[in-house]
């Protein structure tokens, strides 16, 4: 049983407190308890997804959204009815309690089973120049780029494999031949990884065109400068319990105006508010595509992923936002290098 003490939160704890919980007990649930550990409910990876996007303030209390009425298993239980008991319930979680409701520790499915071997596609891009990051990139393409003691894409390509992911595409286009002597076939890791060469710029979704299958799950398509603590599991599990035949990854982003924001209807002063913050989400560069999607990409042209999901949202096709509370950085820029260095150990070590 992992310390189950690390994710327990108070029924006032807010979203923003429970989130850091999930965060530390790396088991996707943060139990809502009593001063004496009795458990009121649990709040999983999935309520809190759910609540962003019904457009719940961080800020929010826990006792909103928690599960009042979780299943609970006692400590004499057998540990093989349990695992049974989360396969028929399809649950990845269940709290262990005494006669007295009384939290005395966590299943999780994690611990009773080995990770399950993926067969799904990850397509990771690696083709850009990385220009707003040199010098550092005059001589090193920015997927090499080191953020803590390993490359950036091998921390990527790590977090997938963490998940039982195994069969890699890897899009190359600048200093290609770098990342492939670095990277090979994958073997040093335990996985197979082959290359998409790119002649030509292709864009985040025209790469896509190059695949020499066609696949027959749901394929991953993740930038190769992002680092992200995601579930990629919880991905998985989102894109098809919506039946999406695209799902992205997107990420909160709030941004205060520096100005007092006047309305007007005509001449008439309306209002105005002193700085008021602006919350969007914003597409977190990582992609879940069904098969099907892939027969939309023309080949051989630019073709960006923002083009991709405006075509199939005009065809009214099914498209999914999955919501990232983890952490996230994009390291597009020079000030996001050094700021990952800094925060690498504390995340990913």
């Known amino acids: 049983m992992i310390n189950w003490k690390d994710i327990v939160v108070a029924p006032t704890a807010t979203l923003r407190e429970a989130i850091a919980a999930i965060d530390r007990g790396a088991c996707q649930i943060a139990l809502v308890t009593t001063p004496q550990y009795q458990l009121l409910g649990i709040l999983t990876d999935g309520d809190v997804r759910r609540g962003i996007l019904r457009g719940c303030s961080l800020d929010s209390e826990v006792a909103g959204l928690m599960n009042t009425s979780p299943l609970c298993v006692a400590p004499e239980d057998d540990r093989q009815l349990v695992l049974a008991m989360m396969r028929s319930r399809r649950i990845n979680h269940i709290p262990v309690v005494d006669s007295n409701r009384v939290v005395i520790g966590i299943e999780t499915i994690h611990a009773l089973l080995s990770p399950q071997r993926r067969d799904n596609i990850v397509v990771l891009m690696a083709g850009g120049l990385g220009s707003r990051l040199r010098p550092l990139t005059d001589d090193c393409p920015k997927p090499l780029l080191p953020v803590g003691n390993r490359p950036i894409l091998e921390t990527i390509l790590s977090s997938f494999i963490e998940f039982g992911f195994h069969r890699f595409y890897i899009s190359v286009n ?109 597409s977190a560069g990582i992609y879940l595509l069904s098969p099907e999607v892939l027969t939309m990409i023309p080949p051989g042209e630019f073709y960006d992923m923002p083009m991709l999901f405006q075509q199939l949202i005009r065809q009214g096709l099914p498209t999914s936002g999955f919501p990232v509370h983890e952490y996230w950085i994009d390291i597009g820029r020079i000030e996001d290098f050094e700021r990952a260095c800094e925060e690498y150990v504390g995340v990913f070590a």
Do not use: C
């Not at 105006?257 to 508010?273: A, F, N, Q, R, S």
């Open 174 to 282: 600048y200093m290609s031949d770098k990342i492939k002597a670095y990277f090979g076939d994958g073997s040093r890791w335990g996985v197979e990884i082959a290359y998409l060469e790119e002649n030509q710029r292709l864009g985040t979704a025209g790469a896509l065109s190059l695949l020499p299958e066609t696949p027959q799950l749901p394929l991953f398509v993740m930038n190769g400068d992002i680092l992200a603590k995601l579930n990629f599991e919880a991905m998985l599990a989102f894109h098809l319990q919506h039946q999406s035949t695209a799902t992205l990854a997107m990420r909160q982003f709030s941004h205060t105006i520096p100005y007092g924001v006047v309305t007007v209807d005509e001449h008439k002063l309306v209002d105005i508010v002193e700085k008021p913050e602006n919350k969007v989400f914003v």
